[in-house]
């Protein structure tokens, strides 16, 4: 009963807070850094400490966060923000236990996060130092985030070898004159690659089968998105 009414009031708290503070930005940051300290304590003590777990409803509460606040249209922000929530309450619900919901949902926090942080360089002119540092940063976190729940020496390796490459290709995309989604989905889709090539490979289920299908996929998207974006201007 605790689980259910702690996850309902979460997402309430999410949506509520949100909601009414997206006309300044201060007091939506600390909005946002309040309820994920209020998450952390009541999942800690739903769960107890287990980092695999407590992890991810950090992870999607920073990228519910970092796409919310770019989002211009007060429609879809409503209309995201109640997505968010449900999101977030089914994560709730579901916390603690290995499912493929979790995984989707973890998926969706890297784009969301990927989003944030090349928004930064749209919108603020961020250096492309502290861009790329970030991108770093949250990639390895979320690769300690997608391989949690089993024991593998390898693992540490995965963690640097997939931050790195991203880091390239984040350095590669930022003298590409496309728009920050167009980014954050490349950057995306080469994450979820690794991620998913390295996880297929620590349990021995990698196949040909597999490798074609998830680059046809990928390959399907990027083409998608790279004809029917619009690119910036090279002069301006």
């Known amino acids: 009963m605790f689980n259910r009414v702690s996850s309902f009031t979460l997402a309430l708290v999410l949506f509520s807070v949100l909601a009414g503070s997206a006309n300044?930005?201060?007091i939506f940051t600390a909005s946002l850094v309040?309820?994920?300290?209020?998450?952390f304590i009541i999942?800690?003590?739903r769960i107890g400490l287990s980092w695999a777990h407590l992890l991810l409803p950090m992870l999607f509460l920073l990228g519910v966060g970092s796409v919310f606040i770019v989002i211009t249209s007060s429609t879809l922000r409503l209309v995201f923000l109640l997505g968010a929530a449900i999101a977030?309450?089914?994560?709730?619900?579901?916390?603690?236990?290995?499912?493929?919901?979790l995984q989707n949902i973890y998926l969706l926090s890297a784009f969301a996060l990927y989003v944030g942080i090349f928004?930064?360089?749209?919108?603020?002119?961020?250096?492309?130092?502290?861009?790329?540092?970030?991108?770093?940063?949250?990639?390895y976190i979320l690769s300690i985030q997608g391989f949690a729940g089993f024991s593998l020496p390898a693992k540490k390796y995965f963690?640097?070898?997939?931050?790195?490459?991203?880091?390239?290709?984040?350095?590669?995309?930022?003298?590409?004159?496309?728009?920050?989604?167009?980014?954050?989905?490349?950057?995306?889709?080469?994450?979820?690659?690794?991620?998913i090539f390295s996880f297929s490979v620590f349990f021995g289920k990698l196949t040909r089968k597999k490798i074609f299908l998830q680059l046809g996929l990928?390959?399907?998207?990027?083409?998608?998105?790279?004809?029917?974006?619009a690119w910036r201007p090279l002069i301006g």
């Open 159 to 195: 963690y640097l070898l997939i931050a790195v490459s991203l880091t390239e290709a984040a350095w590669g995309l930022t003298y590409w004159p496309t728009h920050y989604v167009v980014n954050a989905v490349v950057i995306f889709c080469l994450f979820y690659l690794l991620w």
């Open 34 to 39: 309040l309820l994920m300290v209020a998450t």
């Open 119 to 139: 928004s930064l360089e749209f919108y603020l002119q961020l250096n492309t130092t502290l861009i790329l540092l970030l991108v770093f940063f949250v990639s």
């Open 24 to 26: 300044n930005i201060s």
């Open 88 to 101: 977030f309450y089914l994560l709730e619900m579901n916390l603690g236990r290995e499912s493929h919901l």
């Open 218 to 229: 990928v390959t399907f998207v990027l083409l998608i998105t790279l004809t029917s974006a």
């Open 43 to 45: 999942n800690l003590k």
